[in-house]
Each structure stands twice: as structure tokens, then as C-alpha cells.
């Protein structure tokens, strides 16, 4: 058998009990030692399962209260000063780092959070700052390395390496990362030092950020750390766990290293294998090879794998190799058997955390069968993934596959099409518009709730929300917005609601993974072709429009999105998918014209979510299917229709120009919280499409007063023509109060009229 093991587990709880643990906990409702001792029962449990399903290496302190960084900013003692300074006690320094506090001890904002290389996962940024003082202040690792040993299993303490530390900091005084190696260095030495006291074996060094470009800098910076602190190991068993790609740029200098093991992702990693080939691998060392979609939902492909492993066979003895999860199961959910109304036709398919460890298992069993072909695991295996790939939904494969260049350009071009909506809206100069969703107020909430327990009918249900949309343009008239939404009443969720209403998806009930802290996401699950059979917005947006002679949008979610923010196949191609679900929005787009509809917006809220980590493979992996998949809905429309789109984020810099070619007509995003820094950018771009920066940030209770929008909108003009902006908050309005939403949209509105009366 060969050893197992993964990169780490899930943490939440497989019903979520952290998340609610810890919520009471915010709300007063249970003792720091109550949240402390669940939190520890969940612990031993998760590490009594992964025993008993045969993982050899079983790893610890993966486990958080809200994120693995936040846990790293306590164990190097990198707290900030105003943290400290509120004089809370450990836990509620660590939680007002992650919340931000408010209270009587003062008022501090939350460290910043941002997205987990390419996952849907968020870690708070390390602030760094000339005071920094980068000592160990915690007992966690080790405390969970001797709480497990209580129960007889020594782990694997995984702990963030002290690299990737340092490239996801942010730096706030005048010292840079090659500032702080020494003390990091000699803060992680301590921490060997002490797991040498306990007695452990290995320990794994989280260093994703080797998969990304690095430049000399970087690679000398990561050489600099490792060489100094490997010499400090002793007994000690060093493991380097790169996940989420190759690492193409170090891969040289990581074999020359004495590290005890190197972990590789092989799901991932395009170039893992080629690296090994090309270079070879240390004999000494330990080859941790991720081969089990850490990502993914997916039952593994054996043949693959195995061909995978055996392709190795030559470079790596089989004894030094220990096989493993890509990169931690923390983004997968818990598993299938919580999916108690799912038909088992379907579950078959389907590995989560729980069931990886069981493929980790099988595989290991496999990887030294001869005649694995012969084996019954083997054949089980093979024969499912045969199943899997006979659903086919032929007709649109070949619409798909007919697809040509000019199912993707809109025409007329641009500036032709732009005086032809001119006159066809009749718009004021920087019109006044929402993005799509008003409050989700409890009401309508507690009507989706008793749809779905059948307390009402389906009737009685679209006539409420109609009513709903009746009062949300009634106050959009009120308040005087120049393009009105019908407020997005019926939507759970931007992604679930196409998803139930297309074929081709699979909905769960408990595979939550975390998103960040407390909360959790439970993406659908692309299952099949996907195919439009009915109109899905048409009738609500339909009745909207009926209700006013200003313009209603027609609210749409981009194919990119619906994508990026569900369980993807394996089996056909990300482009292939993007294009079938574009091909289904295309109909609805045609539906909503064909209803009078004059304005069309097709969110892409995520579509920079999965640009890939490494510039080169932007274009060929990522923007080359995902701007054509965008064009492909709305290339049909009469020229007269607006095309618009929504971005949750204004960092795109580095893709204005693929974003231009998105070829929209209208383009809002969000601004405020980033200072409107995108303006500059925008204006040195030449940006071709309109835009509306979100004149106020709506992830905030705040009302934004008159002045302040008309100080954004002014800022704005000085580098946008005012025939080129638009005026908008930055995002859906759905998880604002209705008071405070109606104060915000008026001052936008007053704001608007005022500065528009000087224009003209
Ligand atoms: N139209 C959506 C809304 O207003 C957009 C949401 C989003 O960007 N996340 O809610
Ligand atoms: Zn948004």
C-alpha cells in the first residue's frame, strides 16, 4: 500500500455547527470555553474519521475559527497595533480582526479580506508595518498537535509557509518583504524547535504562491527564507506543499533544497509532470502527489490517475511517493451522504471530502496491484466514468460546434448602434439607474420559504412578487431613476435561480464550502448539457415593463458567472460549457425583445473569478471562451436594444481591454470602496463602452448625503464624458434595509438632476 494523506479537511462542520457555534458566540449566547470545547469535539471527530478511513497522514491545525491566515497573523504575533490597543482578550482580538469592532473599546475596521489565489475561498490580508514585531505568539499549532496525540494520532501540523506569508502581505510602513526574513525565519525556527519537543514527524509548509510568476525577486526572496531555515530542521521532516498549479519558476531550485518532501499538484499543475521529467527528483525525498481533486466534486478517474503515477515509474521509486488530496478538501463539502433527497443515479458520480478520502484509499491499493485491471475497485470505477459521458445532448453539441465568428460580433459596431438607442431611449445626460435587486426585505423571504414547503401555490406566489414589483416601480417613478429594474424579487440567488430553471443542473441541500469566516456557499452542480426549455425572466420583467413607459431592464446572469460560481463538469471543456449556457441566455435575451424590452443587462458579477493565476495562460485558458461566451448572448439583439453588464469589483487594470471587448454597451461597477480609482484607469484606456462607477457603496448601511454623490460624480467627469457616464450604486441593493435604500437612491437621484442642470 502507499501512505495517504491530504492537505487538510473541511472545518466547518458537515452541518455547519462551527459556523453557527460561532455565531451564537458573536451574539452573546454561549462562553468563549463553550465555542472553544465544540470546536474541539469537532476536531477529534474529523481526526477519528480520517483514521478510520485510512489516511496515513493525518493533518492538523487546518482547522480555524475563520481563516487559516488570520490564525498565521496570530502565530507570528503580526497583530496590528489598533487590535491590540482595544484590549480584548485573545479570541476577540482575533474575531474584531476578521469583523472589525465596535464597541466600548473602540472602533476598529476589519483587516482586508481578499480571494484565495483562484478559489472561492477568502483569506484576510496581513497588514505589516515598520513596528511589526514577528515573534510566535500563539500556542495553537501545538495545542492541536498534542490534543490529537491525546487520542493516539500524531499529525501532520500544516502551517502557511513563511513565503507566502510575505508575498500576500500588505505592506503599510517603508519596510518591504526582504525586511522581515530574518525575524520570520527565526520565529518559524522556533516553531520547529518546538514541534521537535513533541515529538512530531513532519510538518507541512503551505506555499501556494510558488505557483504563481514570480519574478527574480521573488525567487531569490524564497531562497533566501528556506535555505537559512532548513538548516535548523534537525530530526525534523520538512514538507513544501505547492497546490493550485506548477511551479514552473522554483521547480529547479526546489529539488536542490533539502526539503524531506515536496507536495505537486498534478490536477492542476499543467507542467508537474513535465518538470519531473525534464529535471528528475531528489532520491531522498518524498514525493507528495496530489492526484485527487481537492476542487472539484467529481469521482476520480482512475485510468487517468493511475496512468498518471505509473508514468513516474523510472523517476521516483514507488516507496517515496505518498499520494495525496491537490490542494486542502477545504473547497469541497463534506459529503454526498447529507444529500439525502438526491436520486442515487446521481450520487454515484459524486466524491466529496469524505469520499476522497475513500478514493485516496482505493488508489493507494491500486498504485501497487500489477493486475489492477482486474481488480473490482478498478473495473467499478472505470465503468462509472463510461456511464457518465454517455448523456449527450446531440442537437446542441452540433449548435455548439457550428458556432463561427460571426455568431460573436454584434452589428452595427459600437458607435453606429450608439446613436440608434440614443433615439430609441430618449435618455437624459447621466442617467439615473439601480443594479437589478432591491431589499430582500423578510417578506420576501418568508414567501420563497412557503413556496418551498408548499404552504402556497405556485399562482398565489407570482402574484405576490407581482404585487412586489408593482410597489418597487411605483417608488422607482417616485424617486425619479431614469431606467428602472423590477427589483429581482423572485431570486434567491443570482446563480441558483438559472440554474433551476435551465436543464443541466443539480442542486444540493447541505454541500455548503466555506466562502470566508461564517459563511458558506452551496454551488449548484453542472450536470449535464445545458438547455433552455422555457422562459425563465420573461413574464415578471414582461409585467414590470407594463407598468411604466420608462425603460425596465431585463436582468440577466452571464454565462461566464453561472459557470464560475458552480461545480463545472470534467467531462467537456469550460468553453463548451460557457457556450451552452450562452446559447440558452441568447433565447431568454431574444424573448425579453421580443416582450418590448428595451434594455437588456447581462451580469457578470465573476467573471475575473477564475482568470487563471498565471499570465500566460489568461488568454488560451481563460478570456479567449469567456469574453466570446458573453458576446455570444447578446450578438443577436437589434442594434436598438442596450446591451448592459455589472462587475462586482473595479480592479481590472490588467484585462481593460478583453473587459472593452466584451463589447456591452453599458457597463456599471463597483467604485466607491476602491476610490474611484478605475476612473484613471478607464480614461487612459480609451474605454470604448459607457460606464457607471457606483456612485456610493451599498455593502454599507450608510446613506450616502447629496454632497458626496455629487462629489463622485463630479471626480468622474473630469476624466469621463458625460455622455459616457452613467450614474448607479455600486451593487444590487438586495441586502440593504428599505429606509435607508430609499434615502441613498433619492440623494443619487438629486445629485444627478443638479449636476445635469449645469451641464446643459
Ligand atoms: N443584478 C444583481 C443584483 O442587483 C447583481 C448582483 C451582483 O453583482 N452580485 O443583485
Ligand atoms: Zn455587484
Not at 517515496?320 to 451522504?337: G, R
Not at 466529496?352 to 478520502?357: D, H, I, Y
Not at 425619479?480 to 433551476?500: K, Q, T
Request: contains cysteine; aromatic residues 10%; proline residues 4%.
Amino acid at each position: 500500500m502507499l501512505k495517504t494523506t491530504i492537505i487538510g479537511y473541511p472545518r466547518v462542520g458537515s452541518q455547519r455547527e462551527l459556523k453557527f457555534w460561532t455565531e451564537d458566540y458573536f451574539k452573546g449566547n454561549i462562553l468563549t470555553e463553550t465555542l472553544k470545547a465544540h470546536a474541539a469535539d469537532l476536531r477529534k471527530k474529523q481526526w477519528q474519521f480520517q483514521r478510520q478511513k485510512g489516511v496515513d497522514l493525518i493533518p492538523s491545525n487546518d482547522f480555524s475559527f475563520y481563516d487559516g491566515m488570520l490564525d498565521t497573523i496570530f502565530l507570528l504575533g503580526a497583530i496590528p497595533q489598533a487590535y491590540k490597543d482595544l484590549g480584548l482578550g485573545k479570541l476577540d482580538t482575533y474575531f474584531a480582526m476578521a469583523h472589525g469592532y465596535q464597541g466600548k473599546n473602540g472602533d476598529v475596521r476589519a483587516l482586508s479580506m481578499r480571494k484565495w489565489f483562484n478559489t472561492n475561498y477568502h483569506y484576510m490580508v496581513p497588514e505589516l508595518d515598520d513596528n511589526s514585531d514577528i515573534t510566535v505568539s500563539s500556542r495553537k499549532p501545538f495545542e492541536e498537535y498534542s490534543e490529537a496525540l491525546e487520542i493516539g494520532i500524531k499529525t501532520k501540523p500544516v502551517l502557511v509557509g513563511p513565503f507566502t506569508f510575505l508575498m500576500l502581505a500588505d505592506y503599510k510602513g517603508n519596510k518591504h518583504k526582504s525586511d522581515y526574513v530574518s525575524d520570520i525565519v527565526k520565529a518559524y525556527k522556533n516553531i520547529f524547535n518546538e514541534f521537535k519537543l513533541l515529538g512530531c514527524d513532519w510538518i507541512q509548509l503551505d506555499e501556494p504562491s510558488l505557483v504563481t510568476d514570480l519574478d527574480k525577486d521573488d525567487i531569490d526572496l524564497f531562497i533566501l527564507i528556506y535555505k537559512e531555515l532548513l538548516l535548523s530542521k534537525g530530526d525534523l521532516k520538512i514538507l513544501l506543499q505547492t497546490y493550485f498549479g506548477d511551479i514552473r519558476d522554483v521547480y529547479d531550485k526546489v529539488i536542490s533544497l533539502p526539503f524531506d518532501g515536496i507536495g505537486l499538484d498534478f490536477v492542476e499543475g499543467k507542467k508537474t509532470m513535465g518538470l519531473i521529467l525534464k529535471y528528475g527528483f531528489p532520491k531522498d525525498t518524498m514525493l507528495f502527489a496530489g492526484i485527487i481533486n481537492g476542487k472539484n466534486i467529481w469521482r476520480n478517474n482512475y485510468t487517468k490517475t493511475l496512468s498518471i503515477m505509473h508514468e513516474l515509474k523510472g523517476y521516483i521509486l514507488t516507496e517515496n511517493i505518498i499520494i495525496s488530496s491537490s490542494c486542502s478538501l477545504l473547497h469541497v463539502p463534506y459529503t454526498i451522504e447529507n444529500e439525502a433527497s438526491m436520486e442515487e443515479k446521481y450520487k454515484r458520480y459524486f466524491a466529496f471530502a469524505q469520499e476522497k478520502l475513500e478514493e485516496l484509499s482505493d488508489l493507494s491499493s491500486l498504485l501497487i496491484d500489477a493486475n489492477y485491471n482486474e481488480n473490482n475497485i478498478y473495473k467499478t470505477n472505470a465503468a462509472l466514468i463510461e456511464s457518465k459521458m454517455i448523456n449527450m445532448d446531440i442537437e446542441l453539441r452540433k449548435k455548439v460546434s457550428a458556432l463561427t465568428k460571426n455568431d460573436f460580433i454584434r452589428k452595427p459596431a459600437f458607435e453606429e448602434r450608439k446613436n440608434i438607442q440614443e433615439e430609441a431611449l430618449h435618455l437624459p445626460v447621466l442617467p439615473v439607474t439601480t443594479i437589478g435587486s432591491f431589499p430582500q426585505t423578510p417578506d420576501v423571504k418568508a414567501l420563497r420559504a412557503k413556496l418551498k414547503k408548499n404552504e402556497i401555490t405556485f399562482k398565489d406566489y407570482k402574484a405576490l412578487i407581482k404585487k412586489k414589483i408593482a410597489d418597487c416601480i411605483a417608488l422607482q417613478e417616485d424617486i425619479g431613476l431614469n431606467v428602472l429594474v423590477h427589483g429581482e424579487y423572485e431570486r434567491n440567488d443570482m446563480v441558483e435561480y438559472f440554474g433551476e430553471n435551465l436543464n443541466g443542473f443539480l442542486f444540493t441541500q447541505n454541500a455548503w464550502v466555506q466562502s470566508y469566516g461564517t459563511r458558506c456557499v452551496k454551488p449548484p452542480i453542472i450536470w449535464g448539457d445545458i438547455r433552455r426549455n422555457k422562459p425563465i425572466t420573461v413574464e415578471y420583467i414582461a409585467y414590470a415593463q407594463s407598468l411604466t413607459s420608462k425603460p425596465v431592464k431585463g436582468m440577466l446572469t452571464g454565462p461566464v458567472t453561472i459557470l464560475n460560481w458552480s461545480f463545472p463538469r470534467e467531462d467537456i471543456s469550460n468553453r463548451e460549457m460557457a457556450f451552452q449556457i450562452a446559447l440558452a441566455l441568447k433565447e431568454e435575451a431574444a424573448d425579453l425583445e421580443s416582450e418590448g424590452i428595451r434594455i437588456i443587462q447581462i451580469d457578470e458579477a465573476a467573471l475575473k473569478e477564475k482568470l487563471p493565476l498565471r499570465r500566460s495562460d489568461w488568454h488560451s485558458d481563460y478570456l479567449d471562451w469567456a469574453i466570446p461566451a458573453f458576446r455570444l448572448v447578446h450578438c443577436s439583439v437589434k442594434p436598438s436594444t442596450q446591451i448592459h453588464t455589472h462587475m462586482c469589483y473595479s480592479e481590472f487594470n490588467d484585462i481593460i481591454n478583453e473587459i472593452d471587448e466584451m463589447d456591452a454597451d453599458v457597463i456599471s461597477f463597483e467604485a466607491a470602496r476602491s476610490h474611484y480609482s478605475i476612473v484613471d484607469v478607464l480614461a487612459k484606456a480609451k474605454f470604448k463602452t459607457a460606464v457607471g462607477p457606483g456612485v456610493y457603496d451599498i455593502h454599507s448601511p450608510r446613506v450616502p448625503t447629496n454632497e458626496e454623490i455629487k462629489s463622485a460624480i463630479l471626480l468622474m467627469l473630469k476624466k469621463i464624458s458625460p455622455k459616457k457616464l452613467w450614474v448607479n450604486p455600486d451593487c444590487g441593493l438586495k441586502t440593504r434595509g428599505e429606509k435607508e435604500t430609499n434615502k441613498s437612491l433619492r440623494n443619487m437621484v438629486a445629485a444627478a438632476n443638479s449636476i445635469r442642470n449645469n451641464i446643459r
